[in-house]
Every structure is written in C-alpha cells, then in structure tokens.
C-alpha cells in the first residue's frame, strides 16, 4: 500500500518519491521471499501520461512490480476515488458556498467505500489467486451534481452546487493555499483527466459488481466531519 504524503510540503518531488518508494518494494519482496503480492494500487494504474499524480501512485508503481518473477503472483487492486477524498471539498463548501472543480458534474464518474476496499483485499487473501490479476473496487457511480446534493442535504445546505473552474483557476488557488506547485499542478492534471473520460476507459472495460455502501450512507460521516471542521 502506498502510504500517503504531504502535498502542501515544498521540497516533496513526487516523482522521486514514488520511484524510490516503488523500488524499496521490489527489493522487499525479493529479500523477503514472499510469493503472493497483494497490491494495492488505484484508479488509473494503466495509464502512463495525462492522470497526473496518479501516474506516480499507481502506474509507475504498478510498473516496477511487473519486473518480479513471473512466478511470484501478484493481485492488483485498483479502488476508484475513495469517498473520504470528498472531504477536499469542505473548505470550498465552507468558504464559496459550493463544490468547486475543474470537471462537469453531469457525468457519472465511479466512488467507493474504504471498507469495501478492505473487504476485496480480505477475500484475495482468503482465496489466493495464483498468476496475475487486476481488480477493480467500486461502490457507487453517481454524477457529480448528485454528490452535490446528496452531501448538501446532509450538512442542511440543500442547494448545495457544484461549480466548475479553469484549471488555470484552480492551480492558482491550490499554490495561493500553500500546496507544492508541482503536486497542485499534478492534482489539476488528475481531475481534468477525468473530463474526456481518459481516467475511467480501462475501469468500465472490467466494470466490478457495485458494493453495497452508497454515497447517501457516507454523507452522514461527511457531515459529522463538514460540522467539526473550521473553515482555512
């Protein structure tokens, strides 16, 4: 698993980071000996240019491991935007009034639940799969202009909208707010990959069964969290 990082640090190369901490991997699992590798990666793991930080995260990382013996098994978990990353939002909700983006909110685009996620990666180490395998996890496809309402209705703002941007805007806002300018500039690459579809043409060519925790069951943790937080 990838452990997560700080975005908003100044001398964090993403790219260095991710390469190096890719590599540590493979050295431990030569040195280990350990023959099944469970991975767990995320959406866009098949894409090697225009999904911004995702390529670090998940392609490149993907890529090294790919260099272990072919008769170490290696099961590739790929979980789509988890729900707790629409905790992002809250300080644009808070400050503008709205959920503000870079992408249309009239496309649905896939979500899921962390214990879902969990739940994949318990089943594969219950039953091992020998050989090499990609799974995608998902909870709940749903646009954009839903997520908005379903969370607004949530947190007691029921016009809740979301509203678009230029990336230009949002990157300027994103460094104005402290982020690294390389990571902002990664983050906005990401979320505009998802406007042409680019991000999701690999997930709904293997399309997963839906879990069972929908959006309207995490807008009540949204809330709790939307309601303890200050505003920047």
Do not use: C
């Amino acid at each position: 698993m990838v452990p997560p990082v700080n975005f908003f640090d100044r001398n964090l190369d993403i790219t260095t980071y991710y390469s190096k901490l890719g590599n540590n991997f493979l050295q431990a699992i030569h040195q280990s000996g350990v023959r099944n590798v469970i991975h767990l990666s995320g959406i866009g793991g098949d894409i090697s240019e225009g999904n911004g930080f995702l390529k670090f995260i998940s392609n490149d990382i993907e890529n090294i491991l790919k260099q272990l013996p072919g008769d170490i098994s290696i099961i590739t978990i790929r979980p789509v935007g988890l729900y707790y990353n629409l905790f992002f939002f809250i300080n644009a909700i808070k400050t503008r009034g709205a959920m503000v983006s870079v992408y249309e909110g009239d496309v649905k685009e896939p979500w899921v639940s962390p214990s879902e996620v969990a739940t994949a990666i318990v089943e594969e180490i219950i039953n091992p799969y020998k050989g090499r395998k990609i799974r995608y996890v998902a909870s709940d496809e749903i646009t954009p202009n839903e997520v908005a309402k379903i969370l607004g209705e949530a947190i007691g703002k029921p016009d809740l909208k979301w509203v678009v941007i230029s990336d230009e805007q949002w990157l300027t806002g994103l460094i104005a707010a402290g982020m690294n300018p390389k990571s902002a500039k990664e983050l906005v690459e990401m979320n505009a990959s998802k406007r042409n579809s680019l991000l999701y043409e690999d997930y709904y060519r293997n399309r997963p069964i839906l879990g069972k925790v929908k959006l309207a069951e995490f807008a009540k943790e949204f809330a709790e969290v939307y309601n303890s937080t200050l505003p920047d």
